[in-house]
């Protein structure tokens, strides 16, 4: 079974900076989207970016101008690249990859962002 493994949590000052990774443990076939969402406590999970196969992107509102989204050469690794964070942008960030092939989504197991001073 593939699993997704995310990296690059954890806890940073308003204003600073975290890149989020993730990538599978294995071979996934006609993966066509891969995404970052996010759930923070007692709301629902809500996408922050999301990348195509064709390289196109779309982000939330709340955090377009401060993240970024981005693959690796190969199409394997997803990266989130957080900017001016704020601590509104504090919770749990799953990884999301779609398979237009298999019919499935996989997710990661979650990695907390917590922006504090």
């Known amino acids: 079974q593939v699993q997704l493994v995310e990296s690059g949590g954890g806890l940073v000052q308003p204003g600073g900076s975290l890149r989020l990774s993730c990538a599978p443990s294995g071979t996934i076939f006609g993966v066509n989207t891969m995404g970052w969402y996010r759930q923070a406590p007692g709301k629902q999970r809500e996408l922050v970016a999301a990348i195509s196969s064709g390289a196109r992107t779309n982000y939330a509102d709340s955090v377009k101008g401060r993240f970024t989204i981005s693959t690796d050469n190969a199409w394997n690794t997803v990266y989130l690249q957080m900017n001016s964070l704020k601590a509104e942008d504090t919770a749990v960030y799953y990884c999301?990859?779609?398979?237009?092939?298999?019919?499935?989504?996989?997710w990661g197991q979650g990695t907390q962002v917590t922006v504090s001073s």
């Open positions: 999301n990859v779609h398979s237009v092939v298999l019919s499935r989504d996989y």
